[in-house]
């Protein structure tokens, strides 16, 4: 909607994941390093963690997209199943059928033959598990079992475990200690620094095609205090902000204009506008303390993202309304000022 009036060539600040859009601050650098280390040694479980919106899911689709052809990949994005339901979708990520009355026995042994196929091919599997703190322990338990398989001294299948703070705690379980021990690598993404959300920002401008003084310094610095330098909250803000000063006809974006978009995320929950932070990116840490439930606090910020994203949806239509209208207007007043130029003419009579 804004694209046009920012010359914008494609939205800048979406919420989905797009690994074309990844900035490389030195955090997911070093997260990118170490992963492509542990995925080249062959490291059979690694742990990747993050906050809400900390980049973790863009940062492994980037991951998939650079893989060398000797790895075959295989994303699993839903992981609240079960041990047997898992199996199946790890088969059907791969490529792999299994008919719907095998057992979990058959489908491990369907998993194996195929892992080893690739091994004669001198290829192997990658198993990404997103959202990882919401496998049941007899999941985590199958997957502890499936780093098990090797031939010789190689393992058949490397495991990189992606998840929110909640997922180092879990592993600190005495019913999760055999996995954990196995763990060979992992990192967490901490949110990004002022300086790091100044250079994201002015980045996916970049990219987009605009101007990088599109943002004041003063409106990116409010960007930081109201996001936390959490990226996907700093996309949350910026898009409110650009939605505001379209529908303002704004063509430079302060921090009063940040401050006012910012209201409407505050009455949706999404940021704290008078305390100066993302309730979004301050929940996670709460649940890892001990204070409430973490599955029900991330499926509360998913339920305010999606209410927004229609909220902003909404404001778009309006606002083109808005424009449209007052296209005709500007089409009605240049009219009338021709039939009234031509009116006087009249009155006028002819010249001489």
Not at 44 to 57: D, P, S
Not at 191 to 217: K, P, W
Not at 264 to 292: I, R
Not at 320 to 332: A, C, D, L, N, P
């Amino acid at each position: 909607m804004y694209n046009e009036f920012y010359g914008f060539s494609k939205d800048p600040f979406l919420i989905v994941p797009d690994p074309n859009y990844l900035y490389m601050s030195p955090k997911h650098e070093e997260a990118l390093a170490r992963l492509a280390y542990g995925i080249k040694r062959r490291r059979a479980i690694m742990l990747l963690t993050g906050e809400v919106g900390a980049g973790k899911t863009t940062l492994i689709r980037y991951i998939v997209s650079h893989l060398p052809a000797s790895v075959q990949a295989a994303a699993i994005a839903n992981s609240n199943l079960g041990a047997e339901t898992l199996l199946r979708m790890i088969l059907a990520e791969f490529g792999q059928t299994a008919p719907r009355e095998a057992d979990k026995s058959i489908l491990i042994k369907g998993l194996q033959a195929y892992l080893e196929r690739l091994i004669s091919q001198n290829r192997r599997g990658l198993l990404i598990i997103d959202e990882a703190q919401n496998l049941p322990l007899d999941a985590l338990e199958e997957i502890r079992m499936l780093s098990n398989f090797q031939v010789k001294t190689q393992s058949l299948l490397q495991i990189l475990l992606v998840g929110q703070p909640e997922l180092r705690a879990r592993m600190k379980d005495p019913r999760c200690l055999q996995i954990a021990q196995r763990i060979a690598l992992n990192y967490h993404i901490a949110a990004l620094s002022l300086e790091e959300t100044r250079a994201y920002i002015l980045y996916r401008l970049q990219r987009s095609g605009a101007s990088q003084q599109l943002f004041t310094a003063d409106a990116l610095d409010m960007v930081f205090r109201l996001s936390r330098g959490i990226p996907r909250s700093i996309n949350l803000v910026c898009d409110s902000a650009l939605i505001y000063g379209f529908s303002e006809e704004i063509r430079v974006i302060n921090s009063k204009v940040v401050s006012q978009a910012a209201k409407q995320l505050d009455l949706m929950g999404l940021v704290n506008v008078e305390g100066g932070g993302s309730a979004a990116s301050t929940a996670p840490s709460a649940a890892v303390k001990g204070n409430g439930d973490a599955h029900a606090i991330v499926e509360g910020i998913l339920g305010l993202e999606n209410s927004l994203a229609s909220f902003m949806n909404d404001l778009r239509q309006e606002s083109q309304k808005i424009r449209e209208q007052t296209g005709i207007v500007h089409g009605s007043a240049s009219k009338l000022s021709v039939a009234l130029e031509k009116l006087l003419d009249r009155a006028k009579g002819p010249k001489g």
